[in-house]
């Protein structure tokens, strides 16, 4: 078993946001917060420790309480970049990762993760949900989409993660390949919308 105290959960809010017009997203308002606030508050009943990787508006992001670290890879290399940036800076054995920009995410994030990552010994634990095709009715067709950047990490995959980008590696799936990793499937693929632009945004804030 995996003890909650045992993990540290990093916000990745380091991203351009171009879909937004350039908008710091993690700063957005939602439901009446910064949505990387609403989203610290919902991982924080998860996890023991915290922290927010952000790259612009720093100041904003420390006022949320918990440490704000910047990419230790310059120049947006997405967010791999916050992954090796949240494993550098972990003092658990463990790291979860959840966007800023997913505010709904499942409340049962990390404990359902934590529980199939010791089931099927494995090092990393991501999250997927079944997304219905858009083409049919019956939901024939669907399948399973994995959600890489909701993750969770051995911390000793840190030096295989150092050594992955150094080489010029940036995809999330190319590196957890090189690992054992077990999807985890949701029953509700709507936690997983993400606000890429300002509909998105308004339409999740309506979503229940
Ligand atoms: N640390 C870090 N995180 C990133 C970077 N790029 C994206 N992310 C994060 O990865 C998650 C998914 O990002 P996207 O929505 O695909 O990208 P984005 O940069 O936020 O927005 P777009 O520019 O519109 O693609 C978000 O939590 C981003 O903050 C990056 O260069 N560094
Ligand atoms: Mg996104």
Redesign the pocket.
């Known amino acids: 078993m995996i003890s909650k105290d045992d993990v540290t959960g990093v916000?990745?809010?380091?991203?351009?946001?171009?879909?937004?017009g350039?908008a710091d997203?993690?700063l957005q308002n939602f439901r009446g917060m910064p949505m990387a606030m609403f989203t610290l508050l919902r991982l924080a009943p998860q996890v023991g420790d915290m922290m927010i990787?952000?790259?612009r508006n720093l100041a904003a992001y420390e006022s949320f309480g918990v440490p704000v670290w910047?990419?230790v890879?310059a120049?947006?290399?997405?967010?791999?970049?916050?992954?090796l940036?949240g494993l550098e800076h972990c003092e658990t054995g463990y790291l979860v990762t959840?966007?800023?920009?997913?505010p709904l995410f499942p409340q049962d994030l990390v404990q359902r993760l934590a529980e199939a990552l010791v089931r099927d010994d494995a090092d990393i634990a991501m999250a997927a949900a079944r997304e219905a095709d858009p083409g049919s009715e019956s939901g024939a067709g669907s399948q399973v989409r994995a959600q890489p950047?909701f993750s969770l990490l051995k911390r000793e995959l840190m030096e295989s993660l150092v050594r992955f980008t150094q080489g010029g590696g940036r995809k999330i799936d190319a590196w957890t390949a090189e690992h054992r990793t077990v999807l985890v499937e949701f029953e509700d693929a709507a936690a997983f919308s993400?606000?890429?632009?300002v509909a998105e945004l308004h339409r999740l804030e309506q979503q229940r």
Do not use: E, H, Q, W
């Open positions: 916000i990745l809010a380091g991203g351009r946001g171009s879909r937004m350039g997203k993690g990787n952000a790259n910047p990419d890879l120049d947006y290399a997405g967010p791999l970049a916050g992954f940036t959840v966007p800023c920009d997913t950047v993400n606000a890429n632009t």
